[in-house]
């Protein structure tokens, strides 16, 4: 199985950024896609970004075009998720998870088949 290691999560101020990483070990993840979801207190867990490995290939949440840029380092099988302009909407425990497809035109929970333990991001002055 694979295994994740999420690290980047903190407590931030309002306008703030906060790089997240996640390492995936196990098998070389260039065939999949990795995203990112986050699920904030009492909110259903929703899709950031995904990233293909074998293309670059990228998916953005449209309400967050713009603020956040994922991106890869195949060598070191390590994705980013650059987070920008943050606010206080943002706070949430952040989650990477592999695919074993490409990104598609959405993100679902349920079509992720490998998922890290989260780490947690707080917005707050």
């Known amino acids: 199985q694979l295994h994740f290691v999420e690290s980047g999560g903190g407590l931030v101020q309002p306008g703030g950024s906060l790089r997240l990483s996640c390492v995936v070990s196990?098998?070389?993840?260039?065939?999949?896609?990795v995203g990112w979801f986050r699920q904030a207190t009492g909110k259903e867990r929703e899709g950031v970004a995904c990233?293909?490995?074998?293309?670059?290939?990228?998916y953005y949440l449209p309400s967050l075009k713009g603020r956040f840029t994922i991106s890869k380092d195949s060598a070191k099988n390590t994705v980013y998720l650059q987070m920008n302009s943050l606010k206080s909407d943002d706070t949430g425990v952040y989650y990477c998870?592999?695919?074993?497809?490409?990104?598609?035109?959405?993100?679902?929970?349920?079509?992720?088949?490998?998922w890290g333990q989260g780490t947690q991001v707080t917005v707050s002055s």
């Open positions: 998870a592999v695919d074993l497809e490409a990104c598609g035109s959405y993100m679902a929970a349920h079509e992720f088949n490998y």
């Open positions: 196990g098998v070389r993840p260039d065939y999949y896609s």
């Open positions: 990233i293909t490995m074998t293309d670059g290939s990228t």
